[in-house]
């Protein structure tokens, strides 16, 4: 058995059953024995001639049989002489974990001569060839007994340098049979290596290519034959050599050099490699030439990056929500003190001036922390059917009352009826805000381009943009103003960042956008140049007519609140103290709870309570969801509403709770008032 060479970095190993099959299928065409095993000294695939030629049995070609079982029964049936044989074993196993190239040949026990030849694949293990040269060792032992012969005869017979010179003849013609049959043989080798998934080739020491298989050609855009015998720069570009010039002279140099590059696809897109270059030595000691492995990474790079992004969106939107929960309890705080305030002294004029201002900070504020939660993808979300031409017409009449007269504003739509599900204020909002961001990139004027289309979003397209594959509306808004560079555009979604002067802009317009496209099941792309312009398109799923739904159920009757018993559940003092004042306005008599657990404590006591106003976020083990939960197991009919600084839901949450009503913080007495009476209606229907 033939001693494997191993290369020194192993290439994806073959698993596929279907590959296998294929590969094993077309060694069988082979005249010649042969055997594919990996790294690991374990079978890989060989061909019918190799089982022939040697004598083995069928049950030892099955994938995955260790170089060692053919050792041993060869070592059995007397193959190797006689000897122990766990020790012949033993040796000849050594001898092939070493893994170097070899050329042997053995004579079988019945007399056939073999030629065996071992060549490494790199980094998957080694091929080994086997050749029956019994036939041509007796041809050219024959052709010797001529020559001696016909130097013996010589000075003697004239005519036997006439049959000497025909013999001669003939063994030409043996030698030619035998280079075409290699010739064969050569072709279906690269046939083998034209099939491996890994681009591999080979350039001597002055730097031309002498081989490539198929995957490298087509990696560079070229044929096989075209980029033969021609230098690296011609192939590969002078840019990319120039750039890998310093891991070519090191590899040149006898080192083993590992790296990566990109260069632009077929389509314009960058694609990936990985490649290793691993010299060949000559028995001096010299360096002759590159062997060339190369793997597509592209794939690879682009999922990397997809995680990042996510991992990295995902940590800000955490804190967003985190950060705005707190806000929203201390601007409910704010907001129900100034109205008392305003309500405890209605006739005094100085109230207003002060109170008034305070009031509009507060709604800004809160406005603002809607603004994040929109980026977090937790606001409170009203999806609706929307038609995109009509909503963009809408607005486009708004943005041209918003943008200097230098500043033109078109709008054009490629389709009808551009149907989708989305929360239309927001939407609306989202682009306004790109028109405005348009208007700050021109401030000498220019042109803002709002156009809508249906696209069909596939494969890698819809990978990129992390949206399932289909239809999808798109608004995209185009200016000629003064573009970014990829070093913005790589930013341009964090909340906070922003390339306005100081005091010009929050930063949070694109993150809102970007995360109220998120929470649409929709996707945000952006083509920008510097001084050419910039298209920030908005991608939402499409709606077709088997999908729109029909008209919306009126609203659930509005039921009285006065004298209602309403149990309010919120941790923090400030807080309830504020609710507890809305309530008593609204003629509401109130029981306060500080957790979840008191207030389960009293809705099993107090049958007469006829609404619970719970907080989501509480401490003790019993939130806002346990306790509807709770209510839902135990009084069914009961009304209850839930307030949220976090928006509509939290993170984790099972779906039942969603079909429980959240008022979102801040909110004033009027949008108390609304909720409970909707609830109370709604439970009222139901009965």
């Known amino acids: 058995m033939p001693e494997p060479l191993r290369q020194a970095a192993p290439t994806r190993p073959v698993s596929d059953r279907r590959y296998r099959e294929m590969v094993s299928a077309a060694l069988d065409h082979i005249s010649e024995g042969v055997t594919l095993f990996d790294a690991d000294l374990r079978l890989i695939t060989c061909n019918r001639a190799f089982l022939d030629l040697l004598g083995f049995p069928d049950t030892l070609a099955a994938p995955g049989t260790p170089f060692e079982a053919f050792i041993r029964y060869n070592a059995e049936r007397g193959e190797y002489g006689p000897g122990d044989v766990d020790t012949l074993v033993a040796r000849r196993v050594a001898d092939a974990g070493a893994f170097r190239s070899h050329e042997t040949r053995r004579q079988r026990p019945d007399g056939t001569l073999l030629l065996i030849r071992g060549f490494p694949l790199p980094h998957a293990g080694f091929i080994t060839l086997y050749s029956d040269i019994t036939e041509t060792e007796r041809q ?44 064969h043989s050569e072709s279906r080798l690269r046939l083998i290596t034209d099939t491996i998934p890994a681009h591999i080739a080979y350039f001597d020491r002055t730097r031309i290519y002498r081989y490539a298989n198929k995957r490298y050609a087509e990696w560079f855009e070229l044929s096989v034959e075209a980029m033969t015998d021609r230098p690296i720069p011609e192939v590969i570009g002078t840019a990319l050599a120039e750039s890998l010039d310093p891991h070519i002279r090191a590899a040149l140099a006898g080192a083993e050099v590992t790296y990566e590059y990109s260069k632009p696809g077929p389509d314009g897109s960058r694609v990936f490699a990985r490649s290793t270059l691993l010299p060949e030595v000559s028995p001096e000691g010299e360096v002759i030439g590159c062997f060339v492995h190369s793997v597509d990474i592209t794939e690879q790079r682009r999922t990397q990056n997809a995680l990042v992004h996510a991992q990295k969106m995902e940590a800000i939107g955490q804190l967003t929500g985190g950060l705005a929960h707190d806000f929203n309890n201390m601007l409910t705080v704010i907001m129900g003190n100034l109205t008392g305030l305003r309500d405890a002294w209605p006739d005094e004029p100085r109230i207003d ?23 977090s993808r937790q606001q409170s979300n009203e999806p609706s059917e929307v038609e995109v031409n009509a909503l963009v017409l809408d607005i486009a009449r708004l943005i041209r009352r918003s943008v200097p007269r230098a500043i033109q504003v078109s709008t054009r739509s490629q389709d009808d009826d551009l149907f989708t599900r989305a929360d239309p204020h927001q ?23 709002i156009e809508c289309s249906l696209q069909a979003l596939e494969g890698s397209t819809a990978d990129d943009l992390e949206v399932p594959a289909g239809d999808y509306v798109q608004i995209a808004v185009t200016d000629n103003g003064t573009g970014m560079d990829g070093s913005i555009l790589a930013r341009v979604f964090e909340p906070f960042f922003t390339t306005k002067r100081f005091g010009l802009g929050s930063g949070l317009g694109l993150s809102m956008v970007y995360g109220f496209i998120k929470q649409s099941h929709g996707a945000v792309r952006i083509r920008s140049r510097q001084a050419v312009g910039t298209t920030v398109a908005l991608l939402l799923p499409y709606l077709g007519d088997a999908h729109r739904a029909g ?3 009126g609203d659930a009757a509005h039921a009285p609140l006065e004298g209602a018993l309403v149990l309010l559940v919120e941790d923090q003092a400030e807080v309830r103290k504020v609710v507890r004042k809305q309530l008593a306005a609204l003629g509401c008599h109130v029981l306060e709870a500080e957790s979840g657990h008191e207030a389960a404590d009293m809705i099993e006591r107090v049958p007469a309570i006829g609404a619970v106003l719970s907080d989501v976020v509480m401490p003790g083990g019993m ?65």
């Open 427 to 449: 939407l609306q909002s989202a682009v306004l805000n790109l028109a405005l961001n348009a208007r700050d990139a021109m401030p000498n004027g220019g042109r803002i381009d």
């Open 623 to 687: 939130d806002g969801h346990a306790l509807a939960r709770f209510v839902r197991r135990l009084r069914p009919e009961l009304p209850l509403l839930l307030m949220s600084g976090y928006g509509e839901r939290q993170r984790g949450r099972p779906d039942d709770d969603l079909r429980t009503a959240v008022l979102a913080k801040p909110f004033d007495r009027a949008q108390l008032e609304e909720a409970l009476r909707g609830v109370l209606g709604a439970s009222r229907e139901g009965r």
């Open 140 to 183: 050219r032992a024959r052709h010797d007994r001529h020559q001696a012969e016909l130097e013996a005869h010589i000075a003697e017979r004239t005519e036997a340098l006439t049959d000497a010179n025909r013999e001669l003849r003939e063994a030409l013609a043996r030698n030619q049979r035998i280079s075409a049959a290699l010739r």
């Open 353 to 375: 001036e002060f109170a008034l201002p305070a009031m509009s900070a507060a709604e800004g504020g809160a406005a603002l922390i809607r603004r994040l939660l929109t980026f």
């Open 551 to 553: 008209a919306d159920a």
